[in-house]
Nanobody, 115 residues
Framework: QGQLVESGGGSVQAGGSLRLSCEVR??????MGWFRQAPGKEREEIIR??????TYADSVKGRFTISKHSWNLTLDLQMNSLKPEDTGMYYC????????????WGQGTQVTVSS
């Protein structure tokens, strides 16, 4: 139960914007997050949603914004002022017990930012 499906990745020039969407199928989660994995680097948490509280990593603060739509169970990620270092695979994840242990992952969507 609780499948996550991302969409909306693509290629954009530096300074541009992209919007990713994470659809939650077959469940609902109070605690969720967005991760990204740059080439040759470990996957990092960039945004965490814990009920009504949202935490952004310093690397994306002020440029990325999430919005959760309860009616259709989606978690969107609006990315503005994109930089080449934002390039990577982006994953949506759910923490079903709100214990900071993510146990549901989407398949990922690629974001490429060219300079």
């Amino acid at each position: 139960q609780g499948q996550l499906v991302e969409s909306g990745g693509g290629s954009v020039q530096a300074g541009g914007s992209l919007r990713l969407s994470c659809e939650v199928r077959g469940g609902a989660f109070r605690c969720m997050g967005w991760f990204r994995q740059a080439p040759g680097k470990e996957r990092e948490e960039i945004i965490r949603l814990d009920g009504g509280d949202t935490t952004y990593a310093d690397s994306v603060k002020g440029r990325f914004t999430i919005s959760k739509h309860s009616w259709n169970l989606t978690l969107d990620l609006q990315m503005n002022s994109l930089k080449p270092e934002d390039t990577g695979m982006y994953y949506c994840a759910a923490d079903s017990s709100c214990s900071r242990k993510y146990d549901r992952w989407g398949q990922g969507t690629q974001v490429t930012v060219s300079s």
